[in-house]
């Protein structure tokens, strides 16, 4: 048969019959950091693969199961088990299971009082999508449950894998008559994600990092929207949390959580309504729904620690599953108790001279990172001046 393995792309001729777990064995992978699709159709670790099977094994960092192949709700053939669920669904109940999913975390977010959700149907969302299974998944999810939601793609100028992922987000929004808007930061700020980090000598996902959450806050208040919407997984949360306490960093352990509310003027509430479920369940959730995404990871991946910590609890997670959702959910239960969240509070938050959004100095961050930038860079033709200009009065 042969297997199409991804990060990196490669095919690989194994002799067959075998069943997904003999083949993902002989291939030493872990079963539950990937998805197996035969034909194009997800399968389990019981299915057997014919001799001259195409397969594909796509790579999703987490979850993972062994032996439930009948669906939990109507026992027919299940296309995805999750150990921690001690739990396998067919198509139909899979999909039930993720907006149920999306549902409690949105109508009962974690620590807060019962009559509080992450967002209504009142709100106009803005949610933040990078063509990669997450946020696409959410996107569709949240117009399907009936929400109000437009998508925001930023270009970080990292070559064909910024283009790329643009254009299936273009086609996702366009095949469903959504609305995208897209910044690129080159354009807007002057800089690509790769250029700025060099200029400044800072590490490249802090630059990225800092560039997107600007850029969604900013086009969500010079729009008019409620509420930000971001594609953070469980994965993501628990790995995060995970770096926060090795370095018991109290700022960041009072901040985490799956909704950060507004607290001054130019900011707008985010939430993170995936925060229950997995990378796997997300990226199984496209391909029942048929949504196209990136699979090939960001080429400059390498220098994240987040994505170490995510590979290092994954291995927890395939010891123990259902370790990483006990310790996010354990942590958000026990967060007020444990940290203190009246320190952020009491920060006072005033206007930034440059740009006008919130900050707690002069300058906002985002300002004085781009300051450092365009020091070294020449400003892109098209960027619109040192500081980006003020944020301009909301328009629709
Ligand atoms: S891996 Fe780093 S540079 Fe690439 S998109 Fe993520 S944060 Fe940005
Ligand atoms: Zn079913
Ligand atoms: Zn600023």
């Known amino acids: 048969m042969r297997v199409r393995l991804r990060n990196p792309d490669r095919d690989v001729e194994v002799a067959g019959p075998l069943t997904v777990a003999d083949l993902l064995d002989h291939l030493d992978v872990l079963p539950h950091t990937v998805l197996v699709l035969h034909d194009g159709a997800l399968v389990t670790a019981a299915h057997e693969l014919p001799a001259d099977a195409e397969v594909e094994i796509r790579p999703v960092i987490s979850g993972g199961a062994e032996g439930a192949p009948r669906c939990v709700v109507c026992r027919a053939p299940a296309v995805l088990e999750e150990r921690r669920h001690r739990a396998a669904w067919c198509t139909a109940h899979l999909e039930d299971h993720i907006h149920n999913q999306i549902r409690r975390a949105i109508d009962h977010p974690p620590g807060l009082p019962h009559s509080e959700r992450m967002c209504s149907y009142a709100d106009r969302l803005l949610i933040a999508v990078s063509g990669g299974k997450d946020s696409l998944a959410l996107w569709a999810a949240l117009v399907d449950m009936g929400y109000r939601v437009d998508g925001l793609y930023v270009g970080l100028g990292i070559g064909g894998y910024s283009q790329r992922s643009q254009q299936v987000c273009e086609r996702f929004a366009a095949e469903r008559g959504l609305r995208l808007h897209v910044v690129d930061l080159a354009e807007t700020y002057g800089y690509t994600t790769p250029g700025g980090a060099s200029a400044a000598g800072r590490s490249t996902c802090g630059v990225c990092g800092l560039s997107k959450r600007y850029a969604f806050n900013r086009v969500a208040v010079e729009h008019g929207y409620d509420v930000v919407v971001t594609g953070h997984n469980l994965d993501d949360e628990a790995a995060t949390l995970l770096g926060n306490v090795l370095r018991w960093q109290d700022t960041f352990l009072a901040r ?141």
């Open 256 to 396: 985490q959580h799956p909704v950060l509310p507004a607290t001054g003027t130019n900011q707008v509430r985010k939430i993170k309504p995936l925060y229950r479920l997995s990378e796997r369940e997300t990226a199984a959730y496209c391909v029942i729904r048929g949504i196209d995404y990136v699979v090939e990871e960001c080429p400059l991946v390498d220098g994240n620690t987040g994505h170490e910590l995510k590979a290092a609890f994954d291995l927890l997670e395939h010891a123990s599953p259902g370790l990483k959702a006990q310790f996010l959910f354990g942590f958000y239960e026990r967060q007020q108790r444990l940290v203190d969240r009246s320190v952020e509070e009491q920060v006072e938050v005033g206007e930034c001279t440059g740009c006008g959004m919130p900050t707690t100095g002069r300058l906002c961050a985002f300002c004085r990172q781009r300051e450092l930038i365009l020091a070294v860079l020449p400003m892109t033709a098209g960027a619109t001046g040192p500081a980006a200009g003020p944020v301009p009065t909301a328009r629709r």
